[in-house]
């Protein structure tokens, strides 16, 4: 059976967020850890612009498909397997602020890693967050395998698994997607479509126009999303999850997207694309978006909008400060936890 | 005590195991309904069900990324992979993902998960049916090995490997299967991983093996005997971790040891066993440790004459022994 | 006053060209305000200011392209300045356990090999026969070699030596004891000197100590040159107000004193009830006399200034040459400084005294070519201060924590340090 990909239109007006059956309390924490993504990786940038940290891996520009998407799950019940670009399907998944600055610095405290992977590896056993490595569209197979073993179970968790339009090109995208079409799994593929892959383009990356086209390659539906509209993902997310709980497989949701900085640290952006172009995505920028929506709707006031201000600047500030004296690993950690269960030669 | 072939042990060893663990299952091609091209999994599909059985698509990376998944989800799963010599697609997923969890979540994460595959060759099975893959698995950090070479040790491998935390790679010989019988103790029988065996005691030199070729050194043995060489055989059994304590052992108590495996000869699994003998053991040395190994040509041919060339045999280690015993 | 640095903008970037000053020397500015605009070949940035002050001095000038590191701008930090200062990379603690993996260290026979006969190419396992049963050159040279080319391989060994015995027993025990399995070989001694009390009293305190008390071991490098520098400056006055020369040992024994303020788990006692704190720091000075070692006990040496030390330290060491030291001198001594030092050595491992936790050993002060700050090659006076310590009173970063007080200070040492 043929499955068509459909595309969501904005719509506008008040109480939006209510019709989706968000609260204005959900609606605003939305808001908020959106504006501590945005708020810890500009530090970040700072930081590593200071000379005093090597490497940072960007959120900014994605907050609102990151956020909208992962509040459709059940933190700590439901599963997702980001990528590293997720910092804001993290923060809404239970890591904080210090967690993110202690990967930054690369801290012996640091949850994901204990220092020993670089920023945006995330990984959290207790949170459900699936490790991730650095070799991409890996983590599409393990959200299958994590699927299959709900499945298994009888259980109905979901897992979202977030990647790149570059990563679908990989092998591994393929095989997950056909087998979790084979199975019917309850995992919900999420492409973060930025428009670029390091500096080569969607055009050089695929053939087509919208990636959610290959779902129906696959025997479920594709879904394409203004990935700057926080509400939009979120309804569309909200929809697959639900789908995917009741049995009936998987979805891919194609959200466009794109990221206001340089791929990386280490990348510079004006070598491939021109300035304007990230002026008129900046527009677009998904925290403003959703903070003009939720004044009109009367949800953000002023004196909510400090408040929020508030609390991610002292989150931030804490964080860094926490960081920034938190001891290292020892060379003695240099050689632990190769097993789970070491055994003596 | 019965008398089982290889295969039957590690099909007894995977049901027992999946009788006695909810989260156990096995996944790969042909698993299901065919049960397995070497009918390794017969009769578990009825028993157990399509979520516990599950026929994989043409697709390695999948059945191990797959794995993965589920192993972070609480399941145990034996991913099967029909042959060793078409793992390599799945490169990416075992060494780059599977061997890195526990190490890369500083100990967070863990995958209690197993990987069959059958290796090794003497079956006419060419260039892609006959390839060792345990020097380029045990070199990676995070992976243990094993390598059983009768049905007793197949059973209770097994059985460790499934009850292993970390991912364990099962090496099954195929041409062991059949070949190879022996007494199986009943009852829950289990090998530690890491533990090689004396399988022949003996004082004038050491045979140190695994796989098919531990058949052929005790037949080798038999022979050394008869021409009053005394040779004692060292069954590996567990390529990573190795039992460094029993390979210098046996090294001190001879003073002359031959290493034999079909794989190629460069970096090959002898080259680490001889390193570890000359660091712990040089000063008990009668003789330069040797080996006898495949030749580094990419893999055995399908010509008969061809296979022989490249396969040690028992005469071949009759041989080359006889030559140590006289240095 | 804070130093900024350039920063290294990429994984591989080793410079970057200053292109534009964003701020002015006299400009106020905010913690990561814009200070300059950067280029490299990787990436072009523009660098935030790590604390909020006055920007003093600019160092480097637009167009200028210097490697990573450098010093580009001075800002006198602002008194108001509340978040926490750039974190200065500490200097790595020597690691108490080496990480790499190393093979152990093979051992070593007798090269007897090499030439073209294959009888003299003894194996190791035979050599370790020869040396076992003791058997002669003259014995060698009697035994069939059944290896290659003749070579005598330890069956051959293992038979001669069963054929020995066999004739010993035959011929009632006419052959010399070394026949029979020998105990461990070993010189004939010439002369046998006879153990002192003061002798037996080392070799008994040495062995409990070894055997009781597990021995960690730990060295930091000092750079002595400041410390040099001022003793030569004020040792002629010291001498003639004193004296006594000012020695480098109560100048260390100073700064042994502060570190074990800093560090207090170094100046005690382990036993089955807990860790004991000793409340007061009398440091042990060993001190070497005609048959051995002694160590008399500075009591209290956290009260003493260095000249206080000094005296305290050539009272008891005189003292203990003349043979004139009382019980309470060698007593309660809670810390150990010792000084090899001045036989040249440059690396001592000591022997903790029990029931102390550590020792120190001050080595010889060398000079040597040093990298300095900015990647120069300087000459300075070096020296290498090495802890023993109990490991199941600390671990190693106690340890390190404790060295690096101590080279701190010895390092810091100005003429503001008082001598009285």
Request: glycine share 8%; net charge negative.
């Amino acid at each position: 059976m043929a499955l068509k990909a459909a595309q969501i239109e904005a719509k506008g007006g008040p109480s939006r967020h209510q019709s989706l059956g968000l609260s204005d309390e959900q609606a605003l924490k939305m808001y908020e850890v959106m504006r501590l993504a945005r708020a810890v990786d500009e530090r970040m940038w700072l930081i590593n612009r200071q000379g005093r940290a090597p490497f940072v891996i960007s959120c900014q520009g994605q907050e609102g498909a990151q956020v909208g998407t992962a509040a459709a799950l059940r933190p700590g019940y439901d599963w997702v397997a980001p990528y590293y670009r997720d910092a804001g399907v993290v923060l809404w998944f239970g890591m904080t602020a210090r967690d993110q600055m202690l990967s930054f610095f690369a801290r012996r405290e640091d949850p994901n890693s204990g220092g020993r992977q670089m920023p945006g590896h995330f990984g959290s056993r207790r949170l459900h967050i699936v490790t991730g490595g650095s070799p991409v569209a890996t983590q599409l197979l393990h959200a299958a395998g994590v699927a299959l073993a709900s499945k298994q179970r009888k259980e109905d968790a979901v897992t979202n698994v977030y990647f790149g339009e570059g990563s679908a090109s990989q092998g591994d995208t393929h095989e997950a997607m056909n087998f979790a079409g084979v199975h019917k799994l309850a995992v919900v593929f999420i492409c973060e479509n930025n428009g670029y892959a390091i500096s080569v383009p969607q055009s050089r990356q695929m053939a087509i126009a919208n990636l959610a086209d290959r779902a129906a390659g696959y025997g479920f539906p594709g879904v394409v999303v203004d990935g700057n509209d926080v509400l939009a993902c979120y309804e569309v997310a909200r929809q697959a999850v639900e789908r995917a709980r009741r049995g009936e497989g998987p979805t891919l949701i194609e959200v466009k997207t794109y990221r206001f900085t340089a791929h990386s640290s280490d990348d510079d952006d004006k070598r491939y694309r021109k300035a304007e172009e990230v002026a008129i995505w900046r527009q677009k920028d998904p925290i403003h978006r959703y903070a003009g929506y939720l004044r009109d709707a009367g949800t953000l006031t002023d004196q909510r909008e400090d408040e929020i201000t508030d609390r991610v600047t002292v989150q931030v500030d804490d964080a860094t400060e926490y960081a920034e004296q938190a001891p290292d690993p020892t060379p003695d950690d240099l050689t632990t936890f190769v097993y789970k269960q070491e055994i003596p030669g | 005590m019965a008398v089982k072939t290889v295969i039957e042990a590690i099909r007894e060893g995977m049901d027992e195991e999946m009788a006695r663990d909810e989260s156990v299952f096995v996944i790969g091609e042909d698993v299901g309904n065919r049960g397995g091209v070497f009918l390794a999994t017969d009769g578990l599909y009825k028993k157990y069900g399509e979520l516990r059985v599950i026929d994989s698509p043409l697709a390695e990376s999948c059945i191990i990324g797959v794995a993965i998944g589920a192993a972070v989800n609480g399941m145990k799963p034996i991913a099967e992979i029909q042959f060793a010599d078409f793992i390599a697609p799945a490169m990416n997923q075992i060494i780059e993902e599977a061997a890195r969890f526990c190490y890369r979540t500083a100990g967070d994460f863990n995958l209690p998960m197993v990987i069959r595959a059958p290796w090794g060759g003497g079956v006419h099975g060419a260039l892609y049916h006959s390839q060792s893959i345990e020097a380029t698995f045990g070199h990676i950090p995070g992976l243990k090995v094993v390598a059983p070479g009768t049905p007793a040790d197949a059973k209770g491998l097994l059985k460790a490997a499934v009850r292993d935390p970390d991912p364990v790679l099962y090496l099954e010989h195929k041409r062991t299967y059949r070949l190879v019988k022996g007494d199986v103790p009943a009852g829950d029988h289990v090998v530690p991983i890491g533990k090689a065996d004396i399988k022949r005691e003996g004082k004038d030199l050491s045979l140190i093996a695994y796989g098919l070729m531990l058949t052929y050194c005790l037949e080798a043995a038999e022979k050394l005997a008869a021409e009053g060489v005394s040779a004692e055989v060292l069954d590996l059994r567990t390529i990573k971790p190795i039992d460094q304590s029993a390979i210098v052992a046996t090294a001190r108590k001879t003073g002359k040891v031959l290493v034999v495996h079909e794989d190629n000869r460069f970096a090959g699994i002898a080259a680490e066993v001889m390193a570890i003998i000359m660091e712990n053991a040089f000063d008990a040395l009668d003789a330069p440790v040797m080996r006898l190994t495949g030749p580094d040509v990419p893999a055995m041919p399908f010509n008969q004459v061809l296979e022989d060339a490249f396969m040690p045999s028992v005469d071949k280690i009759v041989a080359k022994a006889k030559e140590l015993a006289a240095y | 006053m804070a130093s900024v640095k350039m920063p290294q903008l990429g994984e591989s970037i080793t410079e970057g060209t200053i292109s534009k000053w964003l701020k002015q020397p006299g400009d106020q500015v905010k913690k990561y305000e814009g200070l300059v605009e950067v280029i490299t070949d990787k990436v072009n940035a523009e660098v935030p200011a790590p604390l909020a002050g006055i920007l003093k001095e600019i160092k480097v000038k637009e167009g200028t392209t210097v490697t990573v590191g450098t010093e580009i701008a001075v800002i006198e930090e602002s008194v108001t300045a509340t978040t926490a200062a750039t974190k200065q990379s500490p200097t790595p603690p020597a690691p108490a356990g080496a990480v790499t993996q190393d093979s152990p260290s093979p051992t070593l026979g007798e090269g007897r090999g090499g030439g073209s006969d294959t009888r003299t190419r003894l194996s190791p396992a035979v050599r370790a026969l020869i040396e076992e049963h003791r058997i002669s050159d003259a014995e060698l040279s009697r035994i069939e070699g059944s290896g290659i080319g003749g070579r005598i391989s330890k069956k051959d060994v293992e038979d001669f030596v069963a054929k020995r015995v066999q004739s010993a027993t035959a011929n009632g025990g006419q052959r010399q004891a070394s026949a029979l399995p020998a105990a461990p070989p070993g010189p004939t001694p010439e002369t046998t000197i006879p153990l002192t009390p003061m002798r037996r009293a080392i070799a008994s305190n040495m062995t409990k100590s070894k055997q009781t008390i597990p021995h960690a071991w730990t060295v930091a490098e000092v750079d002595m040159t400041n410390v040099v520098r001022m003793r030569q400056k004020a040792k002629d006055s010291f001498k003639l107000q004193e004296g006594i020369d000012l020695t480098f040992v109560p100048i260390i024994v100073k700064a042994v004193v502060e570190g074990l303020k800093a560090v207090p788990v170094l100046n005690a006692s382990w036993s089955e009830q807990g860790v004991v704190l000793h409340k007061d720091i009398n440091i042990g000075v060993a001190v070497s006399v005609d048959d051995g070692l002694i160590v008399p006990v500075v009591h209290q040496a956290d009260r003493m200034s260095i000249s206080g030390l000094a005296k305290a330290i050539d009272d008891l060491a005189k003292r203990a040459r003349a043979g004139k030291l009382g019980i309470p001198d060698v007593q309660g001594g809670t810390f150990t400084v010792n000084n090899p030092g001045t036989f040249g050595t440059i690396l001592s491992y000591s022997i903790i005294a029990p029931p102390q936790a550590g020792i120190l050993a001050m080595d010889a002060i060398v000079k040597r070519a040093i990298v300095v700050e900015g990647d120069a090659i300087a000459v300075r006076s070096m020296m290498n201060l090495c802890l023993s310590f109990d490991h199941r009173v600390l671990d190693g970063v106690s340890a390190a924590r404790f060295l690096q007080g101590v080279r701190r200070w010895l390092e810091g040492f100005s003429e503001q340090v008082p001598l009285y």
